[in-house]
C-alpha cells in the first residue's frame, strides 16, 4: 500500500506539471499526454489499473497503466473500441473493479431500436475489452437529447455493484429509476424500481452504495459561488426514498469543498471544510475546521 501511495504521488506531482508521467518505482514508463488527463485507479486482484481519460468536444479517450504490487508498471496504452455509428454508438460510461475482475461499462445508444443498453465487459492487462460481455439492462431512447443516465459504484467490501438506471425525465412526472444490484460474479441479486419526487430531472454527480444495496446519489445545491450536498437515498428492496441536505456547523458559515464515501456499517460520511464568515479580508484564514455529514 505505501508503493500504492508513492506511485500515486509521483502520477499526481506529473500531472500538475506539464502532463507527463514519468514512474521511478520498480521499472520506468514514460507517457506523455497532449492535454491534462482525468485519472482513476482502481484495485482488481493483486493489480493496480490507471486509467486516464481525455477529451475533446463529445470524444474520450482512455489510456491504461497496470502496476504490480512491488511498482512495476506497464503501459498498453489507449483502451480501443468499436464507437458504432451515430444513430448506434457505443462508449465507455465507466470502469469499475469487483473482486478480481477490471470491468467496462459499455453504454449502446441505438436509436432504431430505441433502447440505450447496458454491458459490463471485462478489461484485460493489455487494455483489451473482452468480444462478449453481461448485458446488465436497457432504457428507453427515443430521443437524441434524452438517452437517460447510467449510475455505478462498488461497494465497501469491494463485493457488489450496484447499477441504476435514471429513465428519461417527462415533466409533471417524477424521476424515475430501476435498479440491478450484483454479487462479485457479476449475477443480479436484487433489481426494482423507485422514483423520487422533484419538479425538475435531478442530475447527480456522485452516487454510492454500501454492502447491503443502500444507494446515495449526491447532486448540489449553490448560493453565489459556495455549493452544498444534498443527499438523496432509497435501498435495494425498497421503494421509499429521503432526501437529506447537508447542515453545516455555523449558520452562516459557506461550504467551499467536501467529499463523500460510504464506511463498512453502510453509512455515508459526507466530510468538507467552510468559511464561517460572509466576506473574506485578504491575509485572513479562509478555511476553517471541518464538518462531518452522517
Known sequence: MKQLMGLMAMLCCSFLANAQVKVE???TADITFKKQPKVSSFVAGDKYYFIFKTSEGYNHTFNLAVADKDGHMDYPGEIKFNVGAFNNSFEINAFQAVGNKMLALVENRDKKAGQNRLTLKTVDERGALSATGTEIGSIAYEKMMKPGTWY???????????????MPFDKGQPNHFQYYFLDENLKVVQTGKFDMQHEKELRFHSFYTSDKGDFYFITDDFDKSYRYPIVYKAKAGSTETSVMPATLPEGSAKNLSYTASVNPNGDLLVAGYYQPKAAVVIGDVQAKGSWVMN
Do not use: E, T
Not at 455505478?152 to 435514471?166: C, G
Open 25 to 27: 518505482l520498480g521499472n
Open 152 to 166: 455505478s459504484a462498488v461497494s465497501p467490501d469491494k463485493k457488489h455493484l450496484a447499477i441504476v438506471a435514471q
